[in-house]
């Protein structure tokens, strides 16, 4: 399961050499994918508004019997949590990658103790939606951070084009 973000336009500055913009564009996206991992993921794990039913993640709403059970067995109501084993292996295992044109957080869940290979993932189709769903204002944000990161690293000194003087 993977979560892919793509920024689509970026302004070509003058002044700049050709190779540092595919650089910085790929090491902005890193920066939005660690910022992701680090921040955002944490998140779909409490109880915050986004995650209440009809939230910015779209949670569906749990049955009260299954909060009942829940909370007696667990001793809490967190989305997504039980043990706390996934939301760790989710926060830990996730892999950003990135290339000049997209940056994709790989998200990996723990494997099940069965021994059996076609149970190796443990998340349900709605824990998946749940989990990789990012508001809009979390999009725009990712942008916003994208945007600031390459024109700050395209107007480093070692990224502009020495003038050349003729004689």
């Known amino acids: 399961m993977t979560s892919q973000i793509t920024y689509i336009q970026i302004d ?17 996206f890193l920066k939005v994918l660690n910022n992701h991992r680090n921040v955002t993921l944490g998140k779909h794990f409490k109880n915050v508004s986004e995650t209440q039913p009809g939230g910015a993640y779209g949670y569906a709403k749990r049955d009260p019997k299954y909060t009942q059970m829940k909370q007696k067995r667990y001793g809490h109501t967190l989305p997504n949590v039980a ?19 997209k940056g994709t957080l790989q998200i990996k869940a723990p494997a099940r103790k069965t021994g059996r290979s076609d149970r190796n993932f443990s998340m349900t189709e709605q824990q998946r939606d749940e989990i990789t769903a990012v508001s809009d204002q979390e999009w725009n944000d990712m942008g916003d951070m994208m945007r600031l990161h390459v024109s700050t690293e395209l107007s480093k000194p070692e990224n502009k084009l020495k003038r050349k003087k003729r004689v």
């Open 83 to 101: 043990t706390g084993r996934m939301r760790n292996g989710i926060r830990n295992n996730s892999i950003p990658r990135a290339t000049k044109d």
């Open 12 to 28: 070509i500055y003058d002044g700049v050499k050709k190779r540092a913009i595919p650089r910085a564009k790929k090491s902005g």
